[in-house]
C-alpha cells in the first residue's frame, strides 16, 4: 500500500488535518494512539518505563502519569533518548501491524517525530503540517496545560521548524482558518490518489 508519512511540529494541528483526510477516505493510522495503547498498565513498556524512571511517573490508578514524564523528558536530553529506546521499536511494530490491516486506497500515517526517529524511510511520500512557533505556544500551553519552559522543551525536541519543511515532500500550511486548511488537503488527496494509483503492480 502507497504510505504517506504526515508529520508536524507539537500543536500544529496534525489531528485536525489527518481528520479531514479521512474524511476523505484515506486509512489514517495516528501513532500517538499507538503510543498510548503499547503503556496500558501492565504492559511490557510501562514495566520498563516504572523501571527505568520511578514510581512517579505512574499514577494511583497505575496509568502513566503523562504530565510528569513530560516534565522529566522534556528537561533532559538523555531522559527523552531512554523513553525513546523504549517505545519506538514497539510504535514501529504496531504501526506497520496496523497498515497492514487497512482497506483504503492509501495509509496516511500520522507520525509526529517522522524524521527524528528514521519512520521517513518506511514511507513513500511525506507531508508537514506548519504554523508559526507563536501559534505553536499558545495551542500547546492551552492543550496541555504546560507552563512556557516545558512548552519550549517540547518544541527543541523536534526538529527545527525551517529544517522539518525542508524535508517534506509536501507541505500545509494550518496558520489560517480550517476552510483554508481543508482546501489544501483535499488537493493533496487527489494527488495521493493519483501516486497510490501509479504505484500499484501494472
Known sequence: MFRV????????????????????????????????????????????????????????SGQLDRAAMRRLVFADAARRKTLERILHPRIRERTLAAIDTLQAPYALVVVPLLFETGFHELVDRSVVVDCPVETQLERLKHRDDVDERTAQGMLAAQLDRKARVARGDDVIDNGGDRATTRAQVEALHRHYLQLAGDSLPK
Open 5 to 60: 508519512g504526515l508529520t508536524g511540529g507539537v500543536a500544529c494541528g496534525k489531528t485536525t488535518v489527518a481528520d479531514i483526510f479521512a474524511s476523505l477516505g484515506a486509512g489514517v493510522v495516528d501513532t500517538d494512539s499507538i503510543a498510548r495503547d503499547v503503556v496500558e498498565p501492565g504492559s511490557a513498556a510501562l514495566a520498563e518505563i516504572a523501571a527505568e524512571f520511578g514510581s512517579e511517573v505512574i499514577g494511583d
